[in-house]
């Protein structure tokens, strides 16, 4: 099993609506939590944090769940401009590790 | 500049030669990151920095591949020999400290082995 995993994707969806995805992450002494967001041949750039009690910016509402082990990112009334590859980046004292990324399409 | 900043942006160098990319990190960040990516792929570990040790050094692929950190700052990655697979773009990041903060990532040298 990954350490850390992500539905690749294609998630297809139309402007406007509601999109969420995972990642899940499989040892519990991670200790922090950031979702990147990549768009095509660009390097990643952060997208925001992971707070424990769940953070909200703007249309972005990330979450964790240490019980289940994952981290969740929720966007609203999604733009043209949300298509992107979201990377789930998980640190322990001793490793960072990216997720593969979730690849986001949405459509006009 | 503020930002990560790595050269050459784009090099194509023919197969066996070697190259050497260049990384200079933001200004106060003792840990500097190196990963690689193929087109349509995720990130691969390459190696990182804190300060000048490099204490993980598993993600090189090869004995081909070697970097270096001089000073706690600039960083070069170089790989000898240079082979078609080696083609990617090599990515450089840095953050203040090892784990626990804000990766930010330079904007790649896009290598090409022909």
């Known amino acids: 099993r990954k350490e850390v995993e992500q539905d690749p994707g294609p998630f297809n969806v139309p402007e406007g609506a509601t999109v969420a995805f995972n990642c899940t992450y499989s040892?519990?002494?991670?200790?922090?939590f950031f979702w990147y967001r990549q768009d095509c041949r660009k390097e990643p750039k952060l997208l925001m944090s992971?707070?424990?009690s769940g953070n909200e910016d703007g249309r972005f509402t990330a979450q964790l769940n240490r019980a289940s082990q994952y981290i969740s990112l929720l966007i609203r009334d999604s733009k043209l401009s949300d298509s992107a590859t979201y990377l789930c980046?998980?640190?322990?004292?001793?490793?960072?590790?990216f997720g593969k990324g979730t690849r986001l399409h949405i459509l006009p | 500049g503020a930002g990560v900043s790595q050269s050459p942006s784009n090099k194509v160098t023919e197969k066996g030669k070697d190259v050497e990319l260049r990384c200079d990190p933001i200004?106060?960040?003792?840990?500097l990151y190196w990963y690689r990516q193929s087109l349509g792929q995720g990130l691969e570990f390459l190696i990182y920095?804190?300060?000048?040790?490099?204490?993980?050094k598993s993600g090189l692929p090869s004995d081909r591949f070697s970097a270096e950190r001089t000073g706690g700052s600039v960083s070069t990655l170089t790989i000898q020999r240079t082979q078609q697979e080696d083609s990617a773009v090599y990515l450089c990041?840095?953050?203040?400290?090892?784990?626990?903060?804000?990766?930010?990532f330079g904007e790649g040298s896009w290598l090409t082995v022909v």
């Open positions: 990041a840095s953050s203040l400290v090892y784990s626990g903060n804000t990766i930010y």
């Open positions: 040892n519990s002494a991670s200790q922090s």
């Open positions: 992971v707070y424990s």
């Open positions: 980046v998980v640190h322990r004292d001793d490793k960072i590790i």
């Open positions: 200004s106060g960040h003792t840990a």
């Open positions: 920095f804190q300060g000048n040790s490099a204490p993980d």
